[in-house]
């Protein structure tokens, strides 16, 4: 590698600028000697057919606008593990959640092996705490094995907590019940729930 | 090429008025030392988890628990839970 040594590049044709293929920077990095002019809402970060790769921030981004409300800070994948407390046992405790921002997306499938002292109502260990405003209506697709005359089932996660009430109706036409003792050896239920947390 | 994995509490986080114990779980794969995979679980402590429970804890959440978890907020937190139903 060869080192032209010079004190300033100035370009050939007024207005055209100076083409430069690949550069490396090195020791004390760029020092800009004037402002740097940006220009508000013209620029795009990347093309459809230039793409940039994989984008790390130690911050979030502000999206669709400047204020704290347009503020996406946190995106997140993992598992969790429903139960039901005490020392129940199981065959099967799938948890897996997506948290984007402050909202919380949480599916599950558990199966009872043996309910123990575990709650006949309640599901618990939810992955992130809800926020203590107003509770966050889940949805269960599937359930077998439950103790009632179940027509419908749903539950909801309680504020301020990791644990969600059960609801459901056990009658034709009858009204829906508020923690609804429905769990047993056996029991299996499948769902989910989006709700926002702190 | 040498897989190794180790399995980490690499955020904890103390949230909301009743001091829910926010933990993350990482298990981290490392290929000869350097990351190339880390997939996340996670639990909360709430003020009303039993002794028993605890102890399964590790050292530095039991240790936050113990701090955090007063007779106070223990109290409130149940209070909280028996008026929540809809």
């Not at chain 1, 740097?36 to 620029?43: F, P, R, S, W, Y």
């Not at chain 1, 043996?114 to 949805?139: D, K, Q, R, Y």
């Not at chain 2, 429970?53 to 223990?74: G, R």
């Amino acid at each position: 590698m060869s080192t032209l040594t010079v004190g300033t590049i100035s370009e050939k044709v007024s207005g055209a600028g100076v083409a430069v293929d690949g550069v490396t920077l090195k020791d004390g990095g760029a020092n800009f000697t004037s402002a740097i002019t940006a220009t508000d809402n013209t620029v795009d970060l990347g093309a459809s057919s230039t793409r940039f790769k994989d984008l790390y921030l130690s911050g979030g981004a502000y999206l669709g606008g400047t204020g704290s409300a347009n503020y996406l800070d946190d995106y997140e994948e993992g598992t969790w593990t429903p139960n039901v407390g005490g020392n129940a046992t199981y065959t099967a405790q799938l948890g897996r959640y997506t948290k984007i921002g402050n909202h919380v997306l949480a599916q599950f499938d558990m199966t009872i092996n043996v309910l123990g002292t575990g709650s006949t109502g309640a599901i618990s260990g939810f992955p992130f705490t809800h926020e203590n405003i107003m509770v966050a209506s889940g949805s269960i697709s599937y359930f077998s094995g439950v103790s009632s005359n179940v027509y419908y089932l749903s539950f909801y996660v309680i504020n301020g907590s990791t644990d969600a009430y059960l609801t459901g109706i056990t009658s034709a036409g009858g009204t829906i019940s508020n923690i609804l003792a429905t769990f047993q050896n056996g029991a299996r239920v499948n769902g989910m729930v989006s709700y926002r947390t702190t | 090429m040498a897989l190794t994995e180790e399995t980490i509490q690499d955020k904890i986080e103390i949230v909301g008025d009743y001091k829910m114990v926010q933990v993350r779980t990482a298990r981290v794969i490392y290929d000869s030392g350097t990351e190339i995979s880390r997939s996340f679980s996670r639990h909360v402590v709430a003020p009303n988890i039993s002794a028993d429970d605890l102890a399964n804890e590790s050292t530095e959440v039991q240790a936050i628990c113990n701090a955090v978890h007063t007779d106070a907020i223990k109290t409130a937190y149940a209070t909280h839970l028996a008026s929540q139903e809809i």
